[in-house]
């Protein structure tokens, strides 16, 4: 993915809030240096996260060797993927619907 792309997912995900940016840099051992930028409120609180995968092309970074476009020098984008999203649970209304429409207090 061409780089711009990720910074206008960023911005647009980031609108109306005044967001601190720190980034870190790390390297898989054997594999590929990356950069992992977090984007937090005021607060501490984590909301946007990105990585740079330095040298990896357009492959899928981690992915299985087997598989077509896949990079297996990681990091491993899934995995990186999935912690966050476990880290960071979306925020849904705990009054459930029932099927007349009304609302259960």
Sequence with gaps: MNP???EQILAQAGTG?????TSERGQVPGGHAYTRTLYTE???A????SWTVHGAGHAWSGGN???SYTD????????EMLRFFLEHPCETS?????SSGTRVP
Excluded: F, K
């Design 65 to 67: 060797p087997a598989g």
């Design 72 to 79: 297996p020098n990681g990091p491993d984008a899934g995995r």
């Design 42 to 44: 005021r607060n501490g």
């Design 4 to 6: 711009r792309n990720g």
């Design 94 to 98: 705990r009054t459930p619907l029932v």
């Design 46 to 49: 984590v909301i946007l996260e």
């Design 17 to 21: 809030r005044e967001l601190e940016r």
